[in-house]
Every structure is written in C-alpha cells, then in structure tokens.
C-alpha cells in the first residue's frame, strides 16, 4: 500500500506522518505539494493522507481555503472514485471543508488549546482503548440530529473519547465534541477523519505505539 501526505502551507505534522509511515509502519510514502495536482501515481488502493496542522494559517476558518487547492481537488476526485483519504486533526477539518464527511468542527467548549495525551476506543465492544495525543483549538466535533442519525445507523462513527478503562461519559471529552466523537468516516468507508494523532503515537522513541494499531485497524497495514 502506498501513501501520499498532503503538504499545505501552515502543515506541521507532515514530516510526522511521514516518518510514522515510512519508518514505524514501513510502508512506502509520497509527499504531495499543495500547488500540484497529480495523483496518477496511485490506485484506488492507495491511501492520500492530510495531515495536522494550520492550513492557510487557518484563515476564514480551520481548512476552508485548503479546501480550494489545487490538490485537494484531485483528492476529492480521487475519494469520488473509491480511493482511500485520511486526514488527522487539521486534515479532518478539510475533509468537513470539503464535504467528504458531514459535521463541522467548533471551537473548544472551554475556549482553550489543548495538547495531551487522551484516551479513545472504537465502537466495537472488543475494541482496545488506545492513548492518543490531541493538539487543536478547534476540535469540537459537531452535527445536526439529522445527521447525527444517519452517522449512528450508519455506523460512520469509528472513535469516541474515553477514559482509560473505555468508559464513555461526558467527563472524559476534552473537547466538548458532540456524543464524545473523535472520529468518523464516510458511508462507504474509504474517507476517514479524526481528531487525535496516531503519529504521534507510534514510535517506541516516545514510549507509546498505540497509534500504530490505527493505522492497522483502518487500513489492514502491520
């Protein structure tokens, strides 16, 4: 499988995803320039990923001008046709930008940036409780009830805050996100954004690998 990182002026966990995937994960990996348009290199297979950061400087709003880049327009395409997109933290913002995933993401509930280590789990009842660090300002996940149905039947919700024995409540939320979300993914599961950063997380160096089992979970990679 290969992976192409998206590079917006205003990124800063590029070279984080990157070294994760190339070097943690040991899969090959393309840096992709905002500017540039060309996506031939991969298949439907492949996965194009957007990550972390201040896209833009987050002007307007988080992910609203990288939304009209010239790239993402060919991710967009590249989605439409059944290939793979994550995108992490500032990513998961464009992805909302752009309409590959509903919601938006609002500001904190207490106003503040916040950057720790936090904990997640899967929807699934066997799924493990990862440790996965959160840096944003704007993290607060949110949609309308409609919405918010069609998420829940559709089983479009992938990650959701917790504390560290995978209880659920509204007290383990950092960020005020709605139902605990810190991560969806599109009806037919090909686009997937969340809020945490496996990258961070997937490195014996920084004492904590559990991002590397996100990577495995979503995309099948050891």
């Given at each position: 499988?290969k992976f ?10 590029d070279r984080?995803?990157?070294n994760?995937l190339?070097f943690?994960m ?15 290199m991969?298949?439907?297979s492949?996965?194009?990923?957007l ?5 833009y400087?987050?002007?307007l709003?988080?992910?609203?001008i990288a ?24 990513g ?14 609002l500001?904190?509930?207490?106003i503040k940036?916040?950057?720790?280590n936090v ?12 440790k996965?660090?959160i ?12 919405g918010?149905?069609?998420?829940q039947?559709n ?6 805050y ?11 939320i950092?960020n005020?996100?709605?139902n605990g ?12 954004g969340?809020m945490?950063?496996p990258e ?5 160096m ?17």
């Amino acid at each position: 499988m290969k992976f192409g990182v998206v590079v917006f002026p205003g990124s800063n966990c590029d070279r984080d995803m990157i070294n994760a995937l190339k070097f943690d994960m040991k899969q090959e990996v393309v840096p992709l320039w905002h500017k540039d348009k060309d996506l031939s290199m991969f298949s439907t297979s492949d996965c194009i990923v957007l990550p972390g950061g201040f896209s833009y400087g987050d002007y307007l709003r988080c992910g609203a001008i990288a939304r009209f880049s010239p790239m993402m327009q060919s991710v967009i395409e590249f989605a439409n046709k059944g290939g793979k997109v994550l995108g992490v933290c500032n990513g998961f913002q464009i992805l909302c930008e752009s309409g590959l995933l509903p919601g938006v993401l609002l500001q904190n509930a207490n106003i503040k940036f916040i950057c720790k280590n936090v904990y997640i789990k899967g929807e699934n009842a066997a799924s493990p409780v990862l440790k996965i660090p959160i840096a944003h300002g704007e993290g607060r996940y949110y949609i309308g009830k409609d919405g918010l149905d069609e998420l829940q039947k559709n089983d479009q919700v992938i990650y959701r805050y917790c504390n560290e024995e995978g209880d659920v409540h509204i007290d383990y939320i950092p960020n005020g996100s709605l139902n605990g979300i810190a991560g969806i993914c599109n009806k037919e599961r090909n686009v997937f954004g969340m809020m945490p950063h496996p990258e961070r997380a997937s490195t014996p160096m920084l004492g904590n690998t559990d991002g590397r089992k996100i990577f495995t979970e979503l995309f099948s990679i050891n």
